[in-house]
Nanobody, 122 residues
Framework: VQLQASGGGLVQAGGSLRLSCAASGGTFSMYDMGWFRQAPGKEREFVAAVADSGRRKAYGDSVKGRFAISRENTKNTVYLQMDSLKPEDTAVYYC????????????????RGQGTLVTVSS
C-alpha cells in the first residue's frame, strides 16, 4: 500500500486546514487508517484513526474536539480536518495504514506515507 499525504501549509493560529491522504496499491476499504505527527525534536504523536468502515474513530488527547478524521472509500482517501489550530500543532503530518485498528492507534502499523508539513503561526 502506497500512501501520499497532501494539504499542509502555513496558517495562522485559530485557522483551519484539511489534510488528505490518497492510498493506492491495495484494497483501501480493508484498511484501518490513521494520522500521526512529529515536530522537530519531539517524538511521534498519535493524532487520529478511523476504522475501515468509518464508524470507529479515535483521537489523541491534544486534538480532541478540534480535529476530525474521515474517509471516502470510493476515492481511496482519508482526511484530517483541523480546526482551531495552535502553534503547538506545527509538525510534519503523515498517514498510516494497517489491517488492525489497534495497531494503527498503537503506532505499530505496516504502512506509512510521506508527510506534509503544517506550520501554525502565532
Amino acid at each position: 500500500v502506497q500512501l501520499q499525504a497532501s494539504g499542509g501549509g502555513l496558517v495562522q493560529a485559530g485557522g483551519s486546514l484539511r489534510l488528505s491522504c490518497a492510498a493506492s496499491g491495495g484494497t483501501f476499504s480493508m484498511y484501518d487508517m490513521g494520522w500521526f505527527r512529529q515536530a522537530p525534536g519531539k517524538e511521534r504523536e498519535f493524532v487520529a484513526a478511523v476504522a475501515d468502515s468509518g464508524r470507529r474513530k479515535a483521537y489523541g488527547d491534544s486534538v480532541k474536539g478540534r480535529f476530525a478524521i474521515s474517509r471516502e472509500n470510493t476515492k481511496n482517501t482519508v482526511y484530517l480536518q483541523m480546526d482551531s489550530l495552535k502553534p503547538e500543532d506545527t509538525a510534519v503530518y503523515y498517514c498510516a495504514a494497517d489491517r488492525s485498528f489497534t495497531k494503527v492507534v498503537a503506532g505499530t502499523y505496516d504502512y506509512r506515507g510521506q508527510g506534509t508539513l503544517v506550520t501554525v503561526s502565532s
